[in-house]
């Protein structure tokens, strides 16, 4: 299975400008989605084929990336973006998720 | 509005089955594929398998294959999982979520999710 690698973690100030990053183990094209999850919810697509914005989803968020690295920014942050964001890629079957990355504000 | 409403939360014992529905709206059912999902609590995703709302056809995660069963009522527009032999490592929340309309697309939408616990 394709793997995907995220880190844990990343703390900034709001107003801040944040990148998320995500590598695979293996090409996925550019069929690299990223999500945003809260606590109790379900995930929330926020960019799709790795720099489509999904409709209604803030301008604040962008995606780049193709073939094994990608990223999701995030500028300016607001104190609602306190979340966990997740890659996931369905190039390759099955599809796979990365392990999430928590986003705190400070 | 497209919206995804899973059932509620199960207390279910080791070895048991239990079977999670989700009833769909607002869109047509038998255009896409939905998607089972598995999400152990602080950790990451797992898709278990997907079924075409419009014939039935599944498609499995090898790891999930003989652990859950996917089925869908057209008439209602619910695509139902069957998960069996229960054990704790099956505790976890369960979501449903739909693939969006081309190839190799992301979950659009998803439901709530559903708690499924093993417990004796």
């Known amino acids: 299975d394709t793997v995907l690698t995220q880190s844990p973690a990343l703390a900034v100030s709001p107003g801040e400008r944040v990148t998320i990053s995500c590598r695979a183990s293996?090409?996925?094209?550019?069929?690299m989605h990223w999500y945003q999850q809260k606590p109790g919810q379900q995930p929330k697509l926020l960019i799709y084929?790795?720099?489509n914005l999904e409709s209604g989803v803030p301008a604040r968020f962008s995606g780049s990336g193709s073939g094994t690295d990608f990223t999701l920014t995030i500028d300016p942050v607001e104190a609602n973006d306190t979340a966990t964001y997740f890659c996931q890629q369905s190039w390759n079957d099955p599809p796979t998720f990365g392990g999430g990355t928590k986003l705190e504000l400070k | 509005e497209v919206q995804l409403q899973q059932s509620g939360a199960e207390l279910v014992k080791p070895g048991a089955s239990v079977k999670l529905s989700c009833k769909t709206s607002?869109?047509?059912?038998?255009?896409?594929?939905m998607s089972w999902l598995k999400q152990m609590p602080g950790q990451n995703i797992e898709w278990i398998g997907n079924?075409?709302?419009?014939?039935?056809?599944?498609g499995y995660n090898q790891k999930f294959k003989g652990k859950a069963t996917l089925t869908v009522d057209k008439s209602s527009s619910t695509a139902y999982m069957d998960l069996s032999s229960l054990t704790s490592e099956d505790s976890a929340v369960y979501f449903c979520a739909r693939e969006g309309a081309t190839i190799a697309a992301p979950f659009d939408y998803w439901g709530q999710g559903v708690m499924v616990t093993v417990s004796s």
């Open positions: 293996e090409s996925v094209s550019t069929r």
């Open positions: 079924i075409y709302g419009g014939n039935g056809g599944t």
């Open positions: 607002g869109y047509t059912f038998s255009n896409y594929y």
């Open positions: 084929g790795a720099s």
